[in-house]
């Protein structure tokens, strides 16, 4: 190109640079210190009043269903406007951006929650205006990844395991160990999520087969965990024939034969199940992790009254119930169990609402891997990095 | 003569004398749109490359650095990503020109008058069906026991699985774009008069000959404009790969997104962005030199 | 070219099997919209239409329809204004920078679409603008006026600027050119533009992600809807259903353009030179 036509270009956008460098907020923000979370001194409702006229939701595709809904907007005029979210990661990006007063509640999963918390993006709520809280299980009541020196920053909503979904005619027997998945023998056969989070079941499983490694907790990793576990998942690259990014993908990986064994939740097994694959589902000896859903009050909520009592309509039994069945999770509310039955045979069960404690107490919930580790050092990795080591890894 | 009248006409005589006002006029709002809705994002946005991210609390810190870009343009997996999605970009342009050439030719020169109404139709109906489920769609034809294995085996040929794989991802981006490789090479066809063609006929040249030599030269900017296209919606999609790729179909798009939504790092993210806009605007150069900037 | 007979039908099979590779998905989406089954494999086992009747009666369905069709119409008309403007603009005018706009027009739909989509969320996120029906019309409208200016720009190439001239010269006002000569001229141009913005519009997904927020088109819906893949046969019921809503005004305007250029972006770089 000529020369002044070089000038004609960039002129015109050097302009626009230098005009918007002007409108740029310079000077950083000076992050939240790790102790204590920058909303734990805010008001919270004492009593809930009129509701607004609106709500706004950012949720997992499947939490805002007619079934549940209208007769919640009828009950309380409240319309509900949803945002579907595809990650946790996602949600706190919306959080943090611009759901400052545009949404009321998030359905965070627990890998997001911590960072929402320090993030100052949710504030606590008044536990005692939800009256179901009492009937939850003990270990959903105040759980680690939701509650701060005593403040609940959401109410806990719905669980799940990640299982391990394997095909019965590959595996005659249930397979006793995670080791399946990293096993050259099912090369090309094998699928996991497309997560960051999954280098915890990483890390889980060495810290059973490497004690060497001495992994306490799966999302508390130092330099050399880490690396063990990401190391261990660049190994199993080659083995793996998707990513599975929908449950519909795994769904139909596993219906096609294209898998044959991978990570999954129940919804996953119980829909294949119903459309006749030979599929089951185990946890292995080394343990799983799973995920909690919690339902998080936007700092600057615009519609507070209506958020609470939002709250209070899901974690009823019944809805739980509906949820449970319709998504395929575990309801928090143990009152849940029956209504579930009576919309799906064995529904409870199949879903494990009514499992002894002993199961739930092998599960290593999701929550936010942070540099703090519990032994008071702060050397372990960040969520930062370990979405910058997924990217190495899937790439 | 009334007040307006008067006005009217003379506003109208005062911009036919003043061609810059008028042109202000006209110009002025689009390109203050352009301005300040567009191309002030995109320079904000791709300046938060040259900042970094606060890893516990997500904030953005402004301290200039290059620290993003040393990374996208030095580390293997990076650069595998964007070799990767640059030569799917170019497989996919190279097949869409193969496949629509022939076929525009037929609907322009060939085919009467109301098959080229119902072809054109055909070729624009799959625009008006979701992207999405025209994707899903093919990752139902793809699977393992999906439509294409069972009309193989119903034909007796040997089974195909590339479900999932760089190959499915290489089909259905072709099959995307293929109504915009098709439209602007049509286009230049319909303007070729079919007197330009017998008369290289009657001056000796074989089909071969006169469609290097005379037809060629006159479509190449309606091709090139089309491969704008099908260059530029390949680098960008992450949709596509998400649910048809396999497990080395991590592309550009895939890693910005991710990196942006997944791991809240913009800056990062944005240093990819600023990648693929160099690649796209070297292309944009290339297509100018090519001639699809030219007069039509 | 005098192409023989068997180069034309050769010519005709190869239309022929392209066209059957672009409709194939569709008929693949048709039939599983009749498919009972939540696993959508082959084969079918259990034939229905109950899918379509979910559809129908789905609120959540029929909002989405109808935001795309607010934001589609509000983002076509604003592009027709100010595409046909810059068209107009570019072709009649030579100003400083008039390369450069030829070039910056294009970068909306040349750009990938995550680059346009995240960028529009950084600068609402850093003004502080809620999201809501207007921020996705806004992040649409940038890329419908390319396809508009295209067209219209493309159109007045091809007419003689001395129409305009003997206009005045017969002593006509410069709005009574417009709406006399001009107008009619660009016309088809408009129409084919609005109706390949409107469709851009309609079936967005990338952008719209970005620039959406408590709301959902139709893409955003479905996109949603194959992420739980509870829904799967009613996805495609509702894109079979606009389908047969869309294919009656395409053959409509195939017929009222006569066959040619329905929809044609042209080349979708224009030259600044004239």
């Not at chain 2, 109208?12 to 301005?35: D, E, N």
């Not at chain 3, 059957?20 to 008929?27: N, S, T």
Request: aromatic share 12%; with cysteine; glycine share 8%.
């Amino acid at each position: 190109m000529k020369r002044t036509t070089w000038a004609k270009l960039l002129a015109p956008c050097a302009a626009a640079v230098l005009v918007s460098f002007a409108a740029l907020p310079l000077g950083s923000t000076a992050g939240a210190s790790n102790g204590t979370p920058p909303t734990q001194g805010d008001p919270v409702l004492t009593s809930v009043g009129k509701g607004e006229g609106a709500l706004n939701l950012i949720a997992w595709e499947g939490y805002a269903q007619p079934t549940w809904v209208s007769p919640f907007q009828k009950a309380t005029g409240c319309h509900v406007s949803v945002k579907y979210a595809g990650s946790s990661s996602e949600m706190v990006s919306l959080m943090a951006n611009g759901g400052g007063h545009q949404y009321d509640l998030v359905s965070a999963s627990g890998d997001a929650d911590l960072r929402l918390i320090y993030g100052g993006n949710v504030r606590p709520v008044n536990i005692r205006l939800m009256t179901a809280w009492k009937n939850f299980h003990p270990f959903l009541r105040s759980p680690a990844f939701n509650t701060i020196n005593g403040h609940h920053y959401g109410i806990s909503y719905e669980f799940g395991p990640n299982v391990l979904l394997y095909s019965t005619k590959s595996f005659p027997k249930a397979p006793a160990s995670w080791s399946v998945i990293y096993s050259s023998k099912y090369r090309g056969k094998v699928t996991i999520p497309d997560n960051p989070i999954q280098i915890a079941d990483a890390a889980l499983y060495l810290s059973k087969t490497k004690p060497s490694l001495k992994i306490t907790d799966p999302y508390e990793l130092d330099s050399t965990q880490f690396n063990a576990a990401v190391n261990l998942l660049k190994a199993e690259h080659p083995l793996i024939k998707k990513y599975w990014d929908l449950a519909s993908q795994e769904i139909s990986l596993f219906q096609n034969g294209e898998v044959v064994v991978g990570a999954a939740w129940p919804y996953q097994t119980n829909t294949l199940k119903a459309a006749g694959a030979k599929v089951a589902d185990t946890i292995p000896r080394e343990g799983a992790t799973g995920w909690a859903d919690t339902w998080m009050l936007a700092t600057n909520a615009p519609h507070p009254n209506c958020a609470y009592r939002w709250m209070q309509w899901v974690t009823s039994a019944k809805v739980q119930a509906e949820q449970a069945i319709y998504f395929g999770e575990t309801p928090a509310n143990t009152l849940a169990c029956p209504i579930m039955n009576t919309l799906l045979k064995n529904g409870c069960a199949l879903y494990h609402a009514n499992a002894p404690a002993s199961y739930y107490a092998t599960l290593k919930f999701w929550k936010t891997p942070l540099p703090q580790c519990g032994n008071g050092k702060s050397n372990c990795e960040s969520f930062t990095q370990w979405q910058q080591a997924w990217t190495t890894i899937i790439g | 003569m009334t007040l307006a009248g008067t006005l009217y006409r003379r506003s109208g005589a005062a911009l036919w004398r003043r061609p810059w006002l008028r042109g202000a006029l006209t110009l002025s709002p689009p390109l203050a749109w352009f301005l300040v809705v567009y191309l002030a994002s995109l320079v904000v946005m791709l300046a938060t490359a040259f900042f970094t991210v606060d890893p516990l609390t997500g904030n953005i810190h402004h301290t200039w650095t290059w620290s993003n870009f040393s990374q996208v343009l030095t580390q293997p997996d990076y650069r595998s990503i964007i070799f990767r999605t640059v030569v799917m970009a170019v497989l996919v342009t190279i097949t869409d020109v193969i496949v629509a050439v022939p076929f525009a030719y037929f609907m322009a020169k060939i085919a009467t008058r109301r098959v080229r109404q119902l072809l054109i139709v055909l070729v624009l109906l799959p625009l008006w069906a979701s992207y999405l489920a025209r994707v899903y769609a093919w990752v139902n034809i793809l699977s393992d026991k999906g439509l294409l294995p069972t009309i193989e085996s119903h034909l007796g040929l040997p089974h195909t699985y590339i479900a999932y794989s760089n190959t499915a991802m290489w089909v259905v981006f072709c099959y995307l774009w293929l109504p915009f490789m098709i439209v602007p090479i049509y286009g230049a066809l319909e303007r070729v008069p079919d007197s330009y063609l017998e008369a290289s006929a009657d001056l000796g040249a074989g089909s071969f000959a006169t469609f290097r030599r005379v037809l060629l030269p006159l479509i190449l900017p309606g091709i090139v404009a089309g491969t704008i296209f099908t260059f530029s919606l390949t680098l960008g999609d992450y949709i596509t790969p998400l649910l048809i790729g396999g497990s080395s179909s991590y592309f550009i798009g895939n890693a910005i997104y991710d990196t942006a939504i997944n791991g809240g790092d913009l800056p990062l993210a944005a240093a990819l962005a600023f990648v693929s806009i160099v690649i796209m605007g070297v292309y944009l150069l290339a297509a100018r030199l090519a001639g699809a900037f030219e007069a039509l | 070219m005098r192409l023989s007979a068997p180069s034309r039908w050769a010519l005709g099979l190869w239309a022929a099997l392209v066209v059957g590779f672009l409709i194939l998905p569709l008929g693949v989406i048709v039939l599983f919209a009749f498919d009972a089954s939540n696993v959508q494999t082959f084969p079918i086992q259990h034939w229905t239409t109950h899918w379509f009747h979910v559809a129908w009666n789905d609120p959540a369905v029929r909002s989405a329809l109808w935001l795309s069709v607010k934001a589609g119409a509000l983002a076509t008309l604003i592009a027709l204004v100010l595409g046909t403007l810059v068209a107009f603009g570019i072709h009649r005018f030579k100003f400083f920078g008039r390369d450069t706009v030829s070039l910056l027009l294009v970068l909306p739909l040349a750009l990938p679409g995550i680059v346009t989509g995240l960028a529009l969320q950084s600068a609402f996120f850093l003004v502080n603008i809620q999201f809501s029906l207007y921020t996705i019309v806004i992040g649409h409208t940038t890329f419908c006026i390319v396809v508009v200016f295209n067209n219209v720009l493309a159109r007045l190439r091809r007419t003689s600027t001395s129409l305009r001239e003997a206009s005045a010269d017969l002593g006509a006002s410069p709005i009574q050119t417009f709406r006399l000569i001009t107008l009619p001229i660009v016309r088809t141009a408009l129409v084919s533009g609005a109706l390949l913005a409107f469709a851009l519009s309609f079936d967005e997904v990338i952008v719209t992600t970005f620039t959406a927020g408590a709301q959902n088109t139709l893409p955003l819906w479905i996109f949603g809807a194959i992420r739980l893949g509870q829904q799967l046969p009613e996805v495609n019921a509702v894109v079979v259903g606009v389908l047969l809503l869309t294919a009656i005004p395409l053959l409509v305007a195939a017929r009222l353009t006569g066959g040619e250029r329905v929809a044609s972006p042209a080349a979708p770089i224009q030259p600044a030179g004239e």
